[in-house]
């Protein structure tokens, strides 16, 4: 038999300007707030993959290793979700690498799961589109469903039972020539996982419903900000975003607290460069310690040096607005 890939892919991963925090229906994966992210170029997974009729069992290897069970079975989940699709049965050889910067701190499972459902769609011969793609890759991760596409995407708000939630590209990579400069402020992988933080929010946080409520029109003043190139009304509304949704996860039982010293020694140095300097720079966090700072391309060197130079920062790193998943 042949040792051939049938598909490789490339997706990169993305941040969000307006947050995503919260679900309306866990099992169906849907998000109970639009979110607005920028794809970000150079944060990259590659993944092969081959279907194998002579296995017994989709093989799964990520970073070089075998996948643990609870890796695999997402990966799984995913192969399923195709093979259902395309009226196919073989299982398949799947080999993924998250080739990220170490600094990064940014989530894996967004480049992963995008780069996934386009390698399977190619390798079970299904020809979905970029909207069924995203659907698929949505149920994995929600923050997967815009990484197929490149630019400024939006994935909208889900409705319990609507199973085909997909993002919508809003503007292509060329819009604006923006970049993130994300400051490391912690090593190691976060304590409190995005699903289970996001759980504990909606059942026990007293601002959770306030944030799903006030959620849409700060992600209307991002969109609008965004069609506008208008950096200083995106950036203080994607700070509140980002401020309202770490309320949330601060203020469940019991509170979660992402940030680190050095997450709001970053954010000081944000507000000093903004407040002191004049630069239009906007700070950031996801569910981890790293602020990740949004500014013109024209500044991210002294915003970089910046946070370089901030107490308890490890490493820093810049990424412009990047491509969609592509395949080969
Ligand atoms: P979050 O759960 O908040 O998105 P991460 O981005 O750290 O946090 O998600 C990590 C998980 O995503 C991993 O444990 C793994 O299950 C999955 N994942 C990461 N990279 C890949 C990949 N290249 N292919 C398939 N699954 C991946």
């Given at each position: ?15 969000a300007l307006a947050k995503y925090w919260g679900k309306v229906d866990v099992l169906l994966n849907l998000p109970a707030v639009p979110s607005i992210s ?100 949505r149920?994995?991760?929600a923050s997967?469903a ?8 939006e994935l909208p708000a889900g409705k319990p039972g609507k199973?085909?939630l ?28 995005s699903t289970e933080g996001m759980e504990r929010s909606r059942h026990t946080s007293p601002f959770y419903d306030a944030w799903v409520e006030k959620a849409p029109a700060i992600t209307k003043t991002i969109r ?13 509304a994607m700070e509140q975003s980002t401020m309202a949704f770490h309320s949330c996860a601060m203020t469940a039982s019991?509170g979660i ?27 950031t966090?996801d569910a ?41």
């Amino acid at each position: 038999m042949s040792r051939k890939w049938h598909s490789v892919s490339k997706a990169c991963a993305n941040i969000a300007l307006a947050k995503y925090w919260g679900k309306v229906d866990v099992l169906l994966n849907l998000p109970a707030v639009p979110s607005i992210s920028m794809t970000l170029d150079g944060l990259v997974t590659e993944t092969k993959l081959r279907v194998d009729p002579s296995l017994d069992t989709d093989v799964v290897e990520l970073d070089g290793r075998v996948a643990t069970p609870a890796e695999a079975k997402r990966v799984v989940a995913l192969l399923d979700d195709i093979r259902r699709r395309a009226k196919r049965k073989e299982f398949a050889h799947v080999v993924s690498a998250n080739r990220f910067p170490t600094a990064a701190g940014l989530a894996s499972s967004a480049s992963g799961f995008a780069a996934l459902a386009a390698a399977a769609d190619r390798g079970y011969q299904l020809g979905a589109s970029e909207r069924v793609l995203s659907a698929v890759a949505r149920q994995a991760s929600a923050s997967a469903a815009r990484s197929i596409y490149g630019g400024f995407v939006e994935l909208p708000a889900g409705k319990p039972g609507k199973k085909s939630l997909a993002a919508k590209p809003i503007a292509p990579a060329d819009h604006w020539d923006l970049r993130i400069v994300v400051a490391q402020a912690a090593k190691g992988p976060k304590k409190v996982g995005s699903t289970e933080g996001m759980e504990r929010s909606r059942h026990t946080s007293p601002f959770y419903d306030a944030w799903v409520e006030k959620a849409p029109a700060i992600t209307k003043t991002i969109r609008t900000a965004l069609k506008k190139r208008d950096l200083d009304t995106l950036g203080a509304a994607m700070e509140q975003s980002t401020m309202a949704f770490h309320s949330c996860a601060m203020t469940a039982s019991p509170g979660i607290l992402y940030w680190q010293p050095a997450t709001i020694a970053a954010l000081h140095t944000v507000r000093a460069l903004r407040d002191d300097r004049g630069i239009s720079v906007w700070a950031t966090m996801d569910a981890g310690p790293h602020v990740k700072a949004l500014c013109h391309a024209d500044d991210a060197r002294k915003v970089r040096r910046a946070l370089r130079e901030t107490p308890g920062v490890l490493e820093t790193l810049v990424a412009a607005p990047g491509p969609g998943v592509s395949v080969r």
